[in-house]
């Protein structure tokens, strides 16, 4: 495992946005995502959890070369993405996105927009194309006859489908998932999980995912990382993390994910209200105003993200 | 008397294709006191029929009902004026959406006291002082400062605690709660879900709260409904419908989601195949059946509403025959 | 109106500066005629010479003129009217630093002299035939003593002179306020003035000038378009009133840079003086006694000589033959340069266009045409001349053709017999000069001279108003009926 | 707020002197000036002896430098054609254009708004139809043929009001109605199209949802939000009376700031074309400055952002 | 009995109204539904359309030379009135020429004048707006501010100033037009574009490694066209009128080019004694300039979006 070089290796990856500047200008600097590292070995599936505007978006743009990174680098293949082109880029690393409504542009037929990357990289001729995406369409579940339809006609189930088809019709080995069932309800998120587990299985892919969802994330994933104000606070296996998690912002949200077990009431995670504003985070440890188990050191020294027991998982807490 | 009483309740909006039937004839009832759980598919009616009660309907929407009563009142030959009498006083709604439910160009407190002052027509310190206090119950510190505060200077989760405490403004007999969690991530909607549930312990509100997340539902229903297509295809005290459900469409509903301790990591979930179908024109039988394992020839005739154990109904020509065996999972359709 | 005493007169433009030496515009000669006098009258019906702040005058060489001015006459702040103001007045406009606007109105003198507090002598800078002509034109007398203690800035905003009326206010861009001046010498041949206020209105838009009489805001405006003007004449409260005027349409053709231009040839410049309608346009479309003119001057000035001028008549055959006779009968194409008077020129284009020659509008403001004109971009322009009132040729012929800035021919044999018919006192010599100078400019098609203007007066029928063709309206004269 | 404030006031600046350059070059780059000064009868020293005059033999920046400097303490110059300082000549006109543009504008408000409201609550009726009709006729219809039809109708005809010049509040009521009935199809349809969204917004489904009166519900909660964009467009509208009311002065002989522009083009009166496109300009730039100031006060988003 | 296979089941017991996403009607029997089915957009269509044929068949129309003068025969006033006569139908004008013919060919310089000047400011607004919207930051300052100097120039002004100074002419005309008009379609464009943007489908065009012209051209342009059309049959109204505007100050198109707005500013002359002659150009005007609306007014309506599905 460490001959191969992973699939995906982010080192010390950062970034940060500037608000409010202007012509003449200067902003204020938000750190959304800060010295982040972590490998995702070929075929596995790394899943990404974390409040909302914890920079797990902003990760995936870095990932896909949407953003160019503040510092650090992406490595894909052992190669780093940095100065690679966006075409390179993308036989590689392909995204499916959170929004299956607005993932699609409105105005192209479905066959259009599936086999767009084709074009794109100028694969085959037009003839070529349309069997490449006749059998694409076929692989993620669509009938043929959606070829000619606009995404308008579709289904979300659909129209997610055809977002996976266009991720997968240049076979690329790395595939991101922002959040892409959210926007779904339960019946069709198991049909799109369903096909993401079938194609990790038929072409070995690896997959990034993101998502609040903790029993879809428990259900997909190989290991897990967990976001917290832009900085990984937990990362370890499925087991490590959803069996024993050691970080105390894992516990909390691991408590507050409602399991249908008619009866249990709500749990309390007593973690007050306040949600920290990510352009002037606290000190020391970003958590420590919200922690159950704060203490002095807490507020003045930022624990580093280290694999302790030596098992393989990390954990950025002092009292881990 | 049940505080709302709901019989063969319709909401049809003309589209461009002819009529949607966004809801065809459901029936229910809440008590005082009680929490209600609509559930349902995404787009199955859940937020027309609870517009309906408030009678904030889109305003090409048509709406009929055979009863439709709010504490003996019936709602719907009430006037306009005579309705806004009710809304905010005795009846009040959380939105699904708390980013775009606040108006942007006015303060909290002053979007918090206007309800009351024009309802109980106490002065603004008053309404002040209670929004004060009810800020503080849903857990806002520095309650006071926030109410010159704009919405926009609040997080997500504040937001939807202001709507809350809004919603209690009056202290109405029910509130109906569209999907206020949805846009939070867990850790938020666990803080809400209890707010509300200790709030309504406290005093005596009934609930209707509409959800599509099935865990939640467990946690805090009393009862839950099961729209499909526009229907109530279920009804049961919450245990009774986890334990045994009746419908179909509910057992696939249940199975559909991962459970973790049950559901091995990585396994193949269930799916129900197929689409919902349109609500455009009439659906005649069961508006489950081409997406049902265990359709037959009979499902083309309406299925009847059938009376399961205690207060438990399923709308299935076959609810009160043994559940069969799951179906195979289906492979990529 | 008649009730309150007052003569509203609106016109489109006003002048820059109501000092008269100051502008060089129409409103400003009428305004120039009301506030000041001048030296000498020329009685409009008789055209003679008259009297007015001078009681005689003689010539004591070709270039020296001695007067004797009248007494007794007063300004309208009191000061005595003497030798001074005149030796002043003559002096100070000849200076380069006056900023006088029209200097061939003064640059003939070279200056006064005062003889004694009644008599005075100009000294002219050679012999100046049309002398008397521009002293009781455009040259008004100022008060020394209160000018030099204003100065002109101050003078333009109060201004005093010894006419009929004295300005009372004066408002740019919206006009000037006037009183009859009670004083006003009782021997003026002008007379006393009858009506008690004069206002003058600048209404640029033509439609509002219209709207305005007809609602009564106004009592007086003229320029008033012939279909207007004859529609109006129906109207029971409006008297309408036409007559010809100096002004002079002519096309102006310049080939002078350009080798290769059609208009260098002879045949396709009489070629376009035969495409013209003249007649038609003079009846259709100028009217109100507007008729067809051959030669660059106005009839009734003088030294206007077309016995031998070249009628080209309206003949549009003629006018192809000749085309093709030069090469061109396929036509061509050229601009038309014009400044007013749209609908003239689209005549003329309509009128060029039927015999092969497609003509493209340039319309544009007139300083702008003359900028044009001066850099040698123009080949055929459609202007006016008004001759400043001046009932002699050197203010017109010689100012195109006397080698000026735009004589666009410098045909030196016409400048020739231009300068000696300019400088020349023997009238009869004059004249000889400006005839074979209008002969040949017509046999050679340099201008295409086309029509007199006329103008419509209208006014509220409770006024007595006589117009008169130096197209300048004689308000202390008028009164109400 | 405040750095907000001074954000846009040094974008007011920037975009004024831009303005300054483009004005002046627009006037000096197109013509040779001192002819078009010197006059028809000028020879060809007089046009020499004015170019140096008017100091228009320097280079072109120093003559701009010169403009602007003087234009910052309110110096334009003198007019070539009056004899006046250029300042005084605008100072007497701007009274009659601000007053013809503010009552213009107080008129367009006064109508698009409530009309705008009107529209978008009854919907698909015929009132909804009415207003579109007028809008699209204001839309249509050449303002100097409106003008001149409101003359004849009202000041020829009958004899209400007068046909022109500005000595009272009636002489400023059909040159307002006929420059306002411009600006009120824009503002009318974007109230519309602006209380049809935020009708539909979630935050009036809370208002009512609160048992609000349908008054305050529409005057409190929704036109607030609906106006913003309106109060933007008010502020362009505005700016475009006062740089295009030229046509409208014109017809109604009301000596304004536009007439005098246009005069001036006739007579290239360059200092005063220059002062004016520039005051004009600042104008505007002035009243976005304000509108943008109103808006941020109507929608405290702004503010803090 | 209850082991019937799933796709038997649906096969045979689906009714009709339950059977998949249901086929939508031919793309173009449903554009030509909509089309004709609002009311505006079908009159704003035929109105628009019939010019344009007038414009492309006007030699073919107009019953006499729209240049030919006869001034002998000048204000001949139109059929209805007294003096009217067939032989020109709307009478003849102050040179003596046909209104009616002049009126037919003055289609094409109106509806040229609309259109181009449409199309350039159309395409340096739109160019301008799209790329300050879709790169914001810097450019979409820098933009902003070249916006906002436009709008503070007062354009009746400066194309006044301009034209006075080159002699107007329908090139000068259009090219002044379109040079000025462009604010609009920038201010509108920009807006849009910032909202389209970020829809995720231009993310996945960059991820798909598309060029910038093929995200800006292919996947924005058309999601924003809905908004430029209307914009575009605005300013095309506005250009007409704007071209009357300053025919009416006499820097427009020059004569004899029969353009509608010079007709009308002739016609200023005799608005009070031969209304007609402005009341002709100015009828077909507003009911052009009504009709370019009704179709903007429309074709929003008919882009706009009816819900998700
Ligand atoms: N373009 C941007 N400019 C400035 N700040 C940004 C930008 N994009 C994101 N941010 C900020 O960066 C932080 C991280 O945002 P990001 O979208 O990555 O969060 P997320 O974890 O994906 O949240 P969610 O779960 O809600 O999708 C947030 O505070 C956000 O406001
Ligand atoms: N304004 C409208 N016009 C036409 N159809 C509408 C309108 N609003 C909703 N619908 C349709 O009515 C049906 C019921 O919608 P409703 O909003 O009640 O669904 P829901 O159960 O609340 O779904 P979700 O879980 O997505 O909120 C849907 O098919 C929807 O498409
Ligand atoms: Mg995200
Ligand atoms: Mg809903």
């Given at each position: 495992?460490?001959?191969?070089?992973?699939?995906?290796?982010?080192?010390?990856?950062?970034?940060?946005?500037t608000?409010?500047?202007?012509?003449?200008?200067?902003?204020?600097?938000?750190?959304?995502?800060?010295?982040?590292?972590?490998?995702?070995?070929?075929?596995?599936v790394?899943?990404?959890?974390?409040?909302?505007?914890?920079?797990?978006?902003?990760?995936?743009?870095?990932?896909l070369?949407?953003?160019?990174?503040?510092?650090?680098?992406?490595?894909?293949?052992?190669?780093?993405?940095?100065?690679?082109?966006?075409?390179?880029?993308?036989?590689?690393?392909?995204?499916?996105?959170?929004?299956?409504?607005?993932?699609?542009?409105?105005?192209?037929?479905?066959?259009?927009?599936?086999?767009?990357?084709?074009?794109?990289?100028?694969?085959?001729?037009?003839?070529?194309?349309?069997?490449?995406?006749?059998?694409?369409?076929?692989?993620?579940?669509?009938?043929r006859?959606?070829?000619?339809?606009?995404?308008?006609?579709?289904?979300?189930?659909?129209?997610?489908?055809?977002?996976?088809?266009?991720?997968?019709?240049?076979?690329?080995?790395?595939?991101?998932?922002?959040?892409?069932?959210?926007?779904?309800?339960?019946?069709?998120?198991?049909?799109?999980l369903?096909?993401l587990?079938?194609?990790k299985?038929?072409?070995?892919?690896?997959?990034?995912?993101?998502?609040?969802?903790?029993?879809?994330?428990?259900?997909?994933?190989?290991?897990?990382?967990?976001?917290?104000?832009?900085?990984i606070?937990e990362?370890?296996?499925?087991?490590?993390i959803?069996g024993?998690?050691?970080?105390?912002?894992?516990?909390?949200?691991?408590a507050?994910?409602?399991?249908?077990?008619?009866?249990?009431?709500?749990?309390?995670?007593?973690?007050?209200?306040?949600?920290?504003?990510?352009?002037?985070?606290?000190?020391?440890?970003?958590?420590?105003?919200?922690?159950?188990?704060?203490?002095?050191?807490?507020?003045?020294?930022?624990?580093?993200?280290?694999?302790?027991?030596?098992?393989?998982?990390?954990?950025?807490?002092?009292?881990? | 008397?049940p505080?709302?009483?709901?019989?063969?309740?319709?909401v049809?909006?003309?589209?461009?294709?002819?009529?949607?039937?966004?809801?065809?004839?459901?029936?229910?009832?809440?008590?005082?006191?009680?929490?209600?759980?609509?559930?349902?598919?995404?787009?199955?009616?859940?937020?027309?029929?609870?517009?309906?009660?408030?009678?904030?309907?889109?305003?090409?929407?048509?709406?009929?009902?055979?009863?439709?009563?709010f504490?003996?009142?019936?709602?719907?030959?009430?006037?306009?004026?005579?309705?806004?009498?009710?809304?905010?006083?005795?009846?009040?709604?959380?939105?699904?959406?708390?980013?775009?439910?606040?108006?942007?160009?006015?303060?909290?407190?002053?979007?918090?006291?206007?309800?009351?002052?024009r309802?109980?027509?106490?002065s603004?310190?008053?309404?002040?002082?209670?929004a004060?206090?009810l800020?503080?119950?849903?857990?806002?510190?520095?309650?006071?400062?926030?109410?010159?505060?704009?919405?926009?200077?609040?997080?997500?989760g504040?937001?939807?605690?202001?709507?809350?405490?809004?919603?209690?403004?009056?202290?109405?007999?029910?509130?109906?709660?569209d999907?206020?969690?949805?846009?939070?991530?867990?850790?938020?909607?666990?803080?809400?879900?209890?707010l509300?549930?200790?709030?309504?312990?406290?005093?005596?509100?009934?609930?209707?709260?509409?959800?599509?997340?099935?865990?939640?539902?467990?946690?805090?229903?009393?009862?839950?409904?099961?729209?499909?297509?526009?229907?109530?295809?279920?009804?049961?005290p919450?245990?009774a419908?986890?334990?045994?459900?009746?419908?179909p469409?509910?057992?696939?509903?249940?199975?559909?989601?991962?459970?973790?301790?049950?559901?091995?990591?990585?396994?193949?979930?269930?799916?129900i195949?197929?689409?919902?179908?349109?609500l455009?024109?009439?659906?005649?039988?069961?508006?489950?059946?081409?997406?049902?394992?265990?359709?037959?020839?009979?499902?083309?005739?309406?299925?009847?509403?059938?009376?399961?154990?205690?207060?438990?109904?399923?709308?299935?020509?076959f609810?009160?025959?043994?559940?069969?065996?799951?179906?195979?999972?289906?492979?990529?359709? | 109106?008649?009730?309150?005493?007052?003569?509203?007169?609106?016109?489109?433009?006003?002048?820059?500066?109501?000092?008269?030496?100051h502008?060089?515009?129409?409103?400003?000669?009428?305004?120039?005629?009301?506030?000041?006098?001048?030296?000498?009258?020329?009685?409009?019906?008789?055209n003679?010479?008259?009297?007015?702040?001078?009681?005689?005058?003689?010539?004591?060489?070709d270039?020296?003129?001695?007067?004797?001015?009248?007494q007794?006459?007063?300004?309208?702040?009191?000061?005595?009217?003497?030798?001074?103001?005149?030796?002043?007045?003559?002096?100070?406009?000849?200076?380069?630093?006056?900023?006088?606007?029209?200097?061939?109105?003064?640059?003939?003198?070279?200056?006064?002299?005062?003889?004694?507090?009644?008599?005075?002598?100009?000294?002219?800078?050679?012999?100046?035939?049309?002398?008397?002509?521009?002293?009781?034109?455009?040259?008004?007398?100022?008060?020394?003593?209160?000018?030099?203690?204003?100065?002109?800035?101050?003078f333009?905003?109060?201004?005093?002179?010894?006419?009929?009326?004295?300005?009372?206010?004066?408002?740019?861009?919206?006009?000037?306020?006037?009183?009859?001046?009670?004083d006003?010498?009782?021997?003026?041949?002008?007379?006393?003035?009858?009506?008690g206020?004069?206002?003058?209105?600048?209404?640029?838009?033509?439609?509002?000038?219209?709207?305005?009489?007809?609602?009564?805001?106004?009592?007086?405006?003229?320029?008033?378009?012939?279909?207007?003007?004859?529609?109006?004449?129906?109207?029971?409260?409006?008297?309408?009133?036409?007559?010809?005027?100096?002004?002079?349409g002519?096309?102006?053709?310049d080939?002078?840079?350009?080798?290769?231009?059609?208009?260098?040839?002879?045949?396709?410049?009489?070629?376009?003086?035969?495409?013209?309608?003249?007649?038609?346009?003079?009846?259709?479309?100028?009217?109100?006694?507007?008729?067809?003119?051959?030669?660059?001057?106005?009839?009734?000035?003088?030294?206007?000589?077309?016995?031998?001028?070249?009628?080209?008549?309206?003949?549009?055959d003629?006018?192809?033959?000749?085309?093709?006779?030069?090469?061109?009968?396929?036509?061509?194409?050229?601009?038309?340069?014009?400044y007013?008077?749209?609908?003239?020129?689209?005549?003329?284009?309509?009128?060029?266009?039927?015999?092969?020659?497609?003509v493209?509008?340039?319309?544009?403001?007139?300083?702008?045409?003359?900028?044009?004109?001066?850099g040698?971009?123009?080949?055929?322009?459609?202007?006016?001349?008004?001759?400043?009132?001046?009932?002699?040729v050197?203010?017109?012929?010689?100012?195109?053709?006397?080698?000026?800035?735009?004589?666009?021919?410098?045909?030196?044999?016409?400048?020739?017999?231009?300068?000696?018919?300019?400088?020349?006192?023997?009238?009869?010599?004059?004249?000889?000069?400006?005839?074979?100078?209008?002969?040949?400019?017509?046999?050679?098609?340099?201008?295409a001279?086309?029509?007199?203007?006329?103008?419509?007066?209208?006014?509220?029928?409770?006024?007595?108003?006589?117009?008169?063709?130096?197209?300048?309206?004689?308000?202390?004269?008028?009164?109400?009926? | 707020?405040?750095?907000?404030?001074?954000?846009?006031?040094?974008?007011?600046?920037?975009?004024?002197?831009?303005?300054?350059?483009?004005?002046?070059?627009?006037?000096?780059?197109?013509?040779?000036?001192?002819?078009?000064?010197?006059?028809?009868?000028?020879?060809?020293?007089?046009?020499?002896?004015?170019?140096?005059?008017?100091?228009?033999?320097?280079?072109?920046?120093?003559?701009?430098?010169?403009?602007?400097?003087?234009?910052?303490?309110?110096?334009?110059?003198?007019?070539?054609?009056?004899?006046?300082?250029?300042?005084?000549?605008?100072?007497?006109?701007?009274?009659?254009?601000?007053?013809?543009?503010?009552l213009?504008?107080?008129?367009?408000?006064?109508?698009?708004?409530?009309?705008?409201?009107?529209?978008?609550?009854?919907?698909?009726?015929?009132?909804?139809?009415?207003?579109?009709?007028?809008?699209v006729?204001g839309?249509?219809?050449?303002?100097?043929?409106?003008g001149?039809?409101?003359i004849?109708?009202?000041?020829?005809?009958?004899?209400?009001?007068?046909?022109?010049?500005?000595?009272?509040?009636?002489?400023?009521?059909?040159?307002a109605?006929?420059?306002?009935?411009?600006?009120?199809?824009?503002?009318?349809?974007?109230?519309?199209?602006?209380?049809l969204?935020?009708?539909?917004?979630?935050?009036?489904?809370?208002?009512?949802?609160?048992g609000?009166?349908?008054?305050?519900?529409?005057?409190?909660?929704?036109?607030?939000?609906?106006?913003?964009?309106?109060?933007?467009?008010?502020?362009?509208?505005?700016?475009?009376?006062?740089?295009?009311?030229?046509?409208?002065?014109?017809?109604?002989?009301?000596?304004?700031?536009?007439?005098?522009a246009?005069?001036?083009?006739?007579?290239?009166?360059?200092?005063?074309v220059?002062?004016?496109?520039?005051?004009?300009?600042?104008?505007?730039?002035?009243?976005?400055?304000?509108?943008?100031?109103?808006?941020a006060?109507?929608?405290?988003?702004?503010?803090?952002? | 009995?209850?082991?019937?296979?799933?796709?038997?089941?649906?096969?045979?017991?689906?009714?009709?109204?339950?059977?998949?996403?249901?086929?939508?009607?031919?793309a173009?029997?449903?554009?030509?539904?909509?089309?004709?089915?609002?009311?505006?957009?079908?009159?704003?269509?035929?109105?628009?359309?019939l010019?344009?044929?007038?414009?492309?068949?006007?030699?073919?129309?107009?019953?006499?030379?729209?240049?030919?003068?006869?001034?002998?025969?000048?204000?001949?006033?139109?059929?209805?009135?007294?003096?009217?006569?067939?032989?020109?139908?709307?009478?003849?004008?102050?040179?003596?020429?046909?209104?009616?013919?002049?009126?037919?060919?003055?289609?094409?310089?109106?509806?040229?004048?609309?259109?181009?000047?449409?199309?350039?400011?159309?395409?340096?607004?739109?160019?301008?707006?799209v790329?300050?919207?879709?790169?914001?930051?810097?450019?979409?300052?820098?933009?902003?501010?070249?916006?906002?100097?436009?709008?503070?120039?007062?354009?009746?002004?400066?194309?006044?100033?301009?034209?006075?100074?080159?002699?107007?002419?329908?090139?000068?005309?259009?090219?002044?037009?379109?040079?000025?008009?462009?604010?609009?379609?920038?201010?509108?464009?920009?807006?849009?574009?910032?909202?389209?943007?970020?829809?995720?489908y231009?993310?996945?065009?960059?991820?798909?490694?598309?060029?910038?012209?093929?995200?800006?051209?292919?996947?924005v342009?058309?999601n924003?066209?809905?908004?430029?059309?209307?914009?575009?049959?605005?300013?095309?109204?506005?250009?007409?009128?704007?071209?009357?505007?300053?025919?009416?100050?006499?820097?427009?198109?020059?004569?004899?080019?029969?353009?509608?707005?010079?007709?009308?500013?002739?016609?200023?002359?005799?608005?009070?004694f031969?209304p007609?002659?402005?009341?002709?150009?100015?009828?077909?005007?507003?009911?052009?300039?009504l009709?370019?609306?009704?179709?903007?007014d429309?074709?929003?309506?008919?882009?706009?979006?009816?819900?998700?599905?």
């Amino acid at each position: 495992m460490s001959r191969t070089p992973p699939a995906l290796e982010l080192c010390g990856l950062s970034k940060s946005y500037t608000l409010g500047g202007g012509l003449f200008k200067r902003g204020r600097s938000l750190g959304a995502v800060s010295d982040v590292s972590l490998r995702i070995p070929r075929g596995q599936v790394m899943g990404l959890v974390g409040e909302s505007g914890c920079g797990k978006s902003t990760l995936a743009k870095m990932l896909l070369g949407l953003t160019t990174p503040s510092e650090g680098d992406v490595l894909v293949d052992g190669k780093p993405l940095r100065g690679a082109n966006q075409k390179a880029l993308a036989r590689h690393v392909q995204p499916i996105f959170q929004d299956p409504y607005s993932s699609l542009n409105p105005r192209k037929r479905i066959s259009q927009i599936v086999g767009l990357p084709l074009q794109v990289h100028g694969i085959g001729t037009a003839r070529e194309r349309a069997a490449r995406v006749a059998e694409t369409l076929d692989v993620v579940g669509l009938p043929r006859r959606a070829a000619d339809q606009f995404p308008g006609q579709l289904s979300g189930g659909q129209r997610q489908r055809v977002a996976i088809a266009r991720a997968l019709i240049m076979r690329p080995d790395i595939v991101i998932c922002d959040e892409p069932t959210s926007a779904l309800d339960v019946s069709v998120q198991a049909q799109i999980l369903n096909l993401l587990l079938d194609l990790k299985q038929a072409f070995g892919l690896t997959y990034l995912f993101i998502s609040h969802d903790l029993a879809v994330v428990e259900h997909l994933v190989d290991r897990v990382a967990v976001m917290y104000l832009g900085r990984i606070v937990e990362e370890g296996t499925r087991a490590q993390i959803f069996g024993a998690p050691r970080h105390p912002y894992t516990q909390a949200l691991l408590a507050s994910a409602l399991t249908p077990e008619p009866g249990l009431g709500v749990p309390d995670i007593g973690m007050g209200d306040a949600m920290p504003d990510p352009s002037a985070p606290p000190s020391g440890c970003a958590f420590h105003p919200r922690c159950p188990r704060a203490e002095a050191v807490c507020r003045q020294q930022r624990p580093r993200l280290e694999d302790i027991r030596g098992d393989n998982a990390r954990v950025a807490c002092h009292f881990a | 008397m049940p505080l709302l009483d709901v019989k063969n309740l319709r909401v049809d909006l003309p589209v461009e294709a002819g009529t949607l039937h966004a809801v065809r004839g459901i029936d229910f009832h809440v008590d005082r006191g009680e929490m209600l759980c609509l559930v349902g598919e995404s787009g199955c009616g859940k937020s027309m029929t609870s517009l309906a009660l408030m009678g904030l309907l889109p305003r090409k929407a048509r709406l009929t009902a055979d009863r439709l009563e709010f504490d003996g009142i019936d709602l719907t030959t009430l006037s306009e004026r005579r309705r806004s009498d009710l809304r905010g006083a005795r009846m009040s709604m959380i939105f699904q959406e708390p980013m775009t439910a606040l108006n942007p160009a006015y303060t909290l407190g002053n979007q918090l006291c206007e309800g009351v002052i024009r309802h109980r027509g106490v002065s603004r310190r008053e309404a002040s002082e209670r929004a004060i206090y009810l800020l503080e119950r849903v857990g806002i510190s520095a309650a006071k400062d926030r109410l010159n505060q704009y919405p926009h200077q609040l997080s997500g989760g504040l937001r939807q605690r202001v709507m809350i405490a809004m919603a209690l403004m009056c202290e109405p007999d029910l509130i109906i709660a569209d999907e206020p969690t949805t846009a939070l991530d867990v850790t938020i909607q666990a803080q809400i879900l209890r707010l509300l549930r200790e709030l309504q312990q406290e005093f005596g509100t009934a609930v209707i709260f509409i959800t599509h997340d099935l865990g939640v539902v467990a946690r805090i229903a009393d009862r839950v409904s099961v729209m499909y297509a526009g229907e109530v295809i279920e009804s049961a005290p919450t245990p009774a419908l986890y334990a045994n459900p009746g419908h179909p469409y509910t057992r696939g509903l249940l199975s559909c989601i991962p459970a973790p301790g049950k559901t091995p990591p990585g396994s193949r979930l269930q799916a129900i195949p197929g689409v919902v179908p349109s609500l455009v024109g009439n659906v005649e039988g069961c508006a489950f059946r081409n997406r049902c394992p265990q359709a037959q020839p009979t499902c083309e005739r309406t299925p009847p509403l059938k009376s399961l154990l205690d207060d438990h109904q399923a709308r299935c020509h076959f609810a009160d025959q043994s559940v069969p065996a799951p179906r195979q999972p289906e492979t990529m359709s | 109106n008649k009730a309150d005493d007052t003569l509203v007169y609106a016109s489109d433009s006003e002048p820059e500066n109501i000092s008269p030496y100051h502008n060089n515009l129409r409103e400003g000669v009428i305004i120039s005629h009301l506030a000041w006098d001048t030296l000498i009258y020329r009685n409009p019906e008789t055209n003679a010479y008259e009297p007015m702040l001078a009681t005689e005058w003689h010539w004591v060489d070709d270039t020296t003129l001695e007067m004797t001015l009248r007494q007794g006459v007063t300004f309208q702040n009191g000061e005595p009217f003497n030798a001074d103001d005149v030796v002043f007045t003559f002096n100070y406009v000849v200076l380069p630093d006056s900023k006088v606007v029209t200097r061939q109105n003064t640059d003939w003198i070279k200056s006064v002299e005062k003889i004694d507090d009644t008599h005075v002598r100009f000294h002219l800078n050679g012999p100046f035939p049309a002398a008397l002509e521009y002293l009781s034109g455009p040259l008004p007398v100022f008060p020394d003593q209160y000018f030099q203690k204003v100065g002109l800035e101050g003078f333009s905003k109060q201004p005093i002179g010894t006419g009929p009326y004295r300005i009372t206010e004066v408002t740019p861009g919206e006009g000037v306020k006037m009183t009859r001046n009670d004083d006003y010498f009782a021997d003026s041949p002008i007379g006393k003035p009858h009506i008690g206020k004069l206002e003058f209105k600048v209404i640029p838009d033509q439609d509002s000038r219209v709207a305005q009489l007809m609602t009564g805001q106004v009592d007086w405006i003229w320029r008033v378009p012939a279909d207007q003007a004859e529609q109006m004449q129906g109207m029971p409260n409006l008297t309408v009133d036409s007559g010809e005027t100096m002004r002079v349409g002519y096309i102006s053709f310049d080939a002078a840079k350009r080798e290769n231009s059609p208009l260098s040839h002879l045949e396709v410049r009489q070629a376009i003086n035969h495409a013209i309608n003249r007649q038609g346009m003079a009846d259709n479309l100028v009217r109100g006694g507007s008729r067809p003119l051959y030669a660059p001057c106005f009839p009734a000035q003088f030294g206007c000589e077309t016995q031998d001028v070249v009628e080209y008549d309206y003949d549009p055959d003629k006018a192809r033959q000749l085309l093709a006779d030069a090469g061109y009968g396929d036509g061509f194409e050229l601009n038309l340069y014009a400044y007013r008077e749209r609908d003239y020129a689209e005549a003329m284009i309509g009128d060029l266009r039927n015999v092969g020659i497609r003509v493209n509008l340039r319309f544009m403001t007139s300083p702008a045409l003359l900028e044009q004109q001066r850099g040698g971009n123009t080949d055929m322009s459609f202007k006016t001349w008004g001759s400043y009132s001046v009932n002699d040729v050197s203010a017109f012929t010689s100012v195109y053709f006397g080698g000026g800035a735009d004589d666009h021919w410098q045909d030196e044999q016409v400048q020739q017999w231009l300068h000696t018919g300019d400088t020349s006192v023997d009238p009869d010599v004059r004249k000889e000069n400006y005839r074979k100078a209008l002969q040949r400019i017509s046999e050679q098609a340099y201008w295409a001279p086309l029509f007199s203007y006329s103008t419509y007066y209208a006014y509220t029928s409770d006024l007595n108003f006589t117009p008169y063709p130096d197209e300048l309206p004689r308000f202390a004269e008028a009164s109400w009926k | 707020m405040g750095t907000f404030i001074i954000r846009r006031i040094l974008v007011a600046i920037s975009v004024a002197l831009t303005i300054s350059i483009v004005s002046f070059m627009l006037l000096h780059l197109s013509g040779d000036l001192a002819t078009s000064i010197a006059g028809p009868e000028a020879t060809a020293e007089q046009v020499e002896q004015i170019r140096i005059d008017y100091g228009l033999d320097r280079p072109i920046v120093n003559q701009y430098l010169d403009w602007l400097g003087g234009a910052l303490t309110f110096d334009f110059g003198r007019s070539y054609y009056y004899q006046s300082t250029v300042v005084d000549l605008i100072v007497d006109r701007m009274p009659i254009t601000l007053t013809l543009g503010g009552l213009a504008l107080a008129l367009a408000v006064s109508i698009a708004i409530p009309l705008g409201v009107l529209a978008a609550l009854k919907r698909d009726t015929w009132v909804d139809r009415l207003a579109l009709l007028f809008a699209v006729v204001g839309q249509a219809m050449p303002s100097f043929w409106f003008g001149l039809t409101l003359i004849v109708i009202f000041a020829v005809t009958l004899q209400w009001l007068p046909a022109a010049g500005s000595d009272g509040w009636q002489h400023f009521v059909l040159p307002a109605i006929a420059l306002g009935y411009y600006a009120t199809p824009a503002m009318m349809r974007l109230t519309r199209t602006g209380m049809l969204e935020v009708l539909e917004a979630d935050y009036i489904r809370t208002a009512r949802a609160k048992g609000l009166r349908t008054g305050s519900v529409i005057f409190k909660h929704a036109l607030r939000n609906a106006i913003i964009p309106v109060v933007a467009l008010a502020a362009v509208e505005l700016g475009f009376m006062l740089g295009g009311s030229v046509v409208i002065e014109s017809v109604f002989s009301l000596n304004g700031l536009g007439q005098l522009a246009w005069d001036a083009i006739s007579r290239n009166d360059y200092p005063v074309v220059q002062a004016v496109v520039l005051i004009i300009a600042l104008f505007y730039i002035v009243l976005t400055l304000l509108a943008d100031v109103a808006n941020a006060a109507l929608d405290p988003r702004i503010r803090t952002r | 009995m209850s082991n019937v296979s799933p796709a038997e089941s649906s096969a045979s017991t689906a009714g009709a109204s339950l059977g998949e996403i249901p086929l939508p009607a031919p793309a173009w029997s449903r554009v030509t539904r909509r089309l004709f089915g609002h009311r505006g957009l079908a009159i704003g269509l035929i109105v628009v359309g019939l010019a344009v044929l007038i414009a492309l068949f006007a030699p073919l129309l107009a019953p006499h030379d729209p240049y030919h003068q006869d001034i002998a025969n000048r204000m001949v006033p139109p059929v209805w009135h007294d003096k009217g006569s067939w032989i020109h139908v709307l009478g003849t004008d102050k040179l003596g020429r046909d209104t009616l013919s002049r009126l037919l060919f003055g289609t094409r310089i109106s509806l040229t004048i609309g259109l181009v000047v449409a199309l350039i400011s159309g395409i340096i607004g739109t160019t301008l707006g799209v790329l300050a919207g879709y790169f914001g930051g810097r450019v979409d300052a820098v933009i902003s501010y070249i916006i906002t100097t436009r709008l503070a120039m007062p354009v009746v002004l400066v194309a006044l100033a301009l034209s006075s100074l080159t002699g107007g002419s329908l090139t000068t005309v259009i090219v002044l037009l379109g040079l000025l008009l462009w604010d609009r379609f920038a201010v509108v464009s920009r807006s849009v574009t910032q909202q389209v943007r970020d829809a995720e489908y231009v993310y996945a065009a960059r991820t798909l490694g598309c060029s910038l012209p093929y995200i800006l051209l292919r996947e924005v342009l058309p999601n924003i066209a809905g908004s430029l059309i209307v914009v575009m049959t605005l300013e095309m109204a506005h250009a007409i009128l704007l071209e009357a505007t300053l025919s009416f100050l006499g820097m427009g198109v020059q004569p004899p080019l029969p353009s509608w707005g010079l007709m009308v500013a002739e016609g200023k002359a005799y608005m009070f004694f031969q209304p007609w002659v402005i009341a002709i150009p100015g009828i077909a005007l507003f009911v052009l300039v009504l009709a370019i609306n009704l179709l903007g007014d429309g074709l929003r309506d008919l882009n706009a979006p009816g819900g998700r599905n």
